[in-house]
DNA sequence: TTCGAACCGTACCGTACGGTACGCCTCTCT
DNA sequence: AGAGAGGCGTACCGTACGGTACGGTTCGAA
């Protein structure tokens, strides 16, 4: 359908939405078996009318994995009165949100269908997902990082390195030992962590960075 | 087919490793789109025999990326006489293996196709996958780390979170990006950096958890 | 009240693919 | 040389699913 990763102004009604979310709560327990079929019946509409609105499977796919992605809220940080608490607050916001979703149901089954799909050359969904996620995090938490290196609270090299840095001492293994559906790694196994991994992650971020750590 | 972990002890023979790289090969550039009958026409064989031999199509899917991911080899580590030299060289070595394994090919199509199989329930690819990447790392890295630290090289709290600290500061977004096929992050642009995001990492893993640097 | 658009439910079509059956060849063992 | 096993190629079957067509119903506008 489109190439164009579309913009959040394309809106859908109430029933849209309604079909979306059948089609998500499918995608949710059934894995990549999604059949019109089944949306269809779900939702109680018919699949002309899915193949109205969508166009095809794909359309489909792409308006549920576009319009779940797009809700995925990053925290805004008050990048004006920066302190080294401040800071810290930040950052282990930043990882708290990033853990918590990344570890979900949805997060988890969006993901994997991307991946499915990236795996045939359409790299559609792969995309949206990739600007939702990783992107959208890198967006959101370089500013931060620069103004807190403006502010004498951080020395990087580059903030692409800080960003990256970050974003692996949070994310560690976990992510890709869930898409794996590793047993030994239930959702509420590492939700009881989530606290203390927020805080060893900021702990470590800071030492590696923090101004104090290499003056 | 088999739910348990086939143990290595089962050997193919030649030209059942024929069908398996044909196989591989088909998986490496179709995606998941595998076909049974693609496969006998590349492995110039018939169908009955693929049935005959892998039973079905999961089968033949679990025996591929079994044989496949056996081939992994993680670099063994005379833990011995342990310095920081040797240490530091050891964990680069760990690095560099583990990141030049994930940005391949194969590594990539096995990791997608086992996530896909993954989001059906049938978590056998997965397990497999797992067992042959991050566990088998966690395997051979926890005893080196374990021995620096009875050197007085390192410190940290538990092996485990070290190793998953490991981990996370050497892979980053590298994998997820490269799984849902970010464009922006080709295997030869990532590649041309290997040696210098190894010795990041190294460093930034010593910073953290050297015994100098805690002391 | 009537018209028409949107939409539901269902039936239908074509195709792709997993799995099976069978005829023929080749190679080995006796 | 004869027999049997293993294996190739192809034809075939059943089904699941993407996509389309169509009759019937609701609802809002004129």
Known sequence: MALAIKVNEETFTPRQQAVLTAALDLLVENGDGLTMTAVARRASCSKETLYKWFGDRDGLLTATVQWQAAKVRMPFVDRSHLNLKAL??????????????????????????????AAQEKDDLGNIVLENGPLAIRRRLKPILEAARDARLLRFPSSEEAYRT??????????????????????????????????????????????????
């Open 166 to 215: 970050f974003f692996g001492l949070v994310v560690r293994d976990v992510q890709i030992r869930l898409l794996l559906g590793d047993k030994g790694l239930t959702q509420s196994n590492v939700e009881a962590n989530i606290e203390a991994d927020v805080k060893t992650a900021a702990d470590q971020f800071l030492a590696l960075y923090g101004a104090k750590a290499n003056s």
């Open 88 to 117: 810290r607050a930040s950052l282990e916001q930043f990882a708290r949100d990033l853990l918590t979703t990344i570890i979900g149901e949805v997060s988890i089954t969006l993901n994997r269908t991307a991946i499915t799909h």
